[in-house]
């Protein structure tokens, strides 16, 4: 079967085709189609139900650069597997949820429709969990969830804390005190508050004690009233470290702890906190758990790929 279409004329055909046509050439791989094109005119030869979706994906990427919005491989491979699905129109809704604008004006959004989910529990309950694999950008989201909540004046302090576990490598080997030991698996946390704050205004706001970014072992003892508490790497954490950290926030607070119990680094035979406690608190009202898929990886596509490699 082959059908002929036309793309609006206000759309950039070099927008639609990818760098090197590397969209099509996606497209054609992924739904076993061949696609022709001269101008604004497009022919799709296949088989009937690969042509129809082709045309349903390009019709959507259609409407997404005429909406001004940006079209990298990740959202085309997510249309792609919507369309495949029959939810193709849930990449459109996405692109209209805006989180926040970052120091260079930015705008963050959920990328997929777990992001999405993600992002909605957290604003409705007081403990959100966050478990899945990485790349889908459970910490990211966290910590703009985090800063919405400051800028909106819904909390007064952001605490981010992860555990310090040795995954492979020994501490006591690394150069210099304490805190630059620990610094560098705090690294990510430091680069997501840094593309959104600025790193000028994160550092004020860090010296003043209004953002925290601090080994998990520094928690104990403390209670933490209007804050947002992020806990990430939890499948690192052991049971009496989660059962620490989920007693120390007080009032007009929100956490939300992350992890991905594919990548425990615990001693062999230690049970993961964080397994531990979504078993327990799965039915608790006001905790919430959200469940993130292959799908919902947002790095370079290709690891999804190796993700799902591993899987098998």
């Known amino acids: 079967m082959e059908q002929k279409i036309t793309i609006n004329p206000e759309v950039s055909m070099q927008l639609m085709c990818g760098k090197f046509d590397e969209n099509f050439k996606i497209i054609q791989d992924q739904l076993a189609v061949e696609i022709f094109f001269t101008g604004n005119d497009l022919l799709i030869k296949g088989n009937s139900d690969s042509v129809a979706s082709t045309i349903e994906i390009l019709r959507s990427m259609e409407k997404l650069i005429l909406a001004g919005a940006e079209l990298d491989l990740q959202k085309l491979e997510y249309l792609i597997y919507m369309t495949l699905r029959r939810d193709q129109h849930q990449l459109e809704r996405l692109d209209g949820e805006v989180l926040l604008a970052t120091h260079k004006g930015k705008l963050v959004k959920p990328r997929t429709k777990g992001q999405s989910l993600y992002c909605k529990t957290i604003e409705k309950n007081t403990l959100t969990f966050g478990v899945g694999p990485a790349g889908t950008g459970k910490t990211f989201l966290a910590v703009t969830m985090a800063a919405r909540a400051f ?3 819904e909390v007064s302090r952001i605490i981010i804390t992860r555990p310090a576990i040795e995954a492979g490598e020994k501490l006591g080997f690394l150069p210099g005190d304490l805190q630059d030991k620990v610094d560098p698996y705090l690294r990510p946390l430091y680069d997501a508050l840094g593309d959104i704050f600025g790193n000028e205004t994160y550092t004020r706001l860090r010296e003043r004690g209004v953002i925290e970014v601090a ?14 508490i992020i806990l990430d790497e939890a499948q690192n954490t052991s049971k009496e470290q989660m ?18 119990i594919t990548q425990i680094d615990l001693p062999t035979g230690q049970v993961s906190g964080l397994q531990h406690a979504v078993e ?4 608790v009202d006001d905790i919430a ?7 919902d990886v947002v790095r370079h596509r290709l690891v999804r790929k190796i993700l799902a490699r591993y899987e098998e």
């Open 280 to 283: 327990i608190l799965k039915d």
């Open 215 to 228: 080994p998990l072992a520094y928690m104990r003892g403390r209670t933490l009233d209007n804050s947002f």
């Open 289 to 295: 758990m959200v469940y993130f898929g292959l799908e």
């Open 243 to 260: 059962k620490m950290f989920l007693t120390r926030f007080g009032s007009e607070s929100k956490v939300v702890v992350n992890g991905d």
């Open 151 to 153: 800028r909106n004046k």
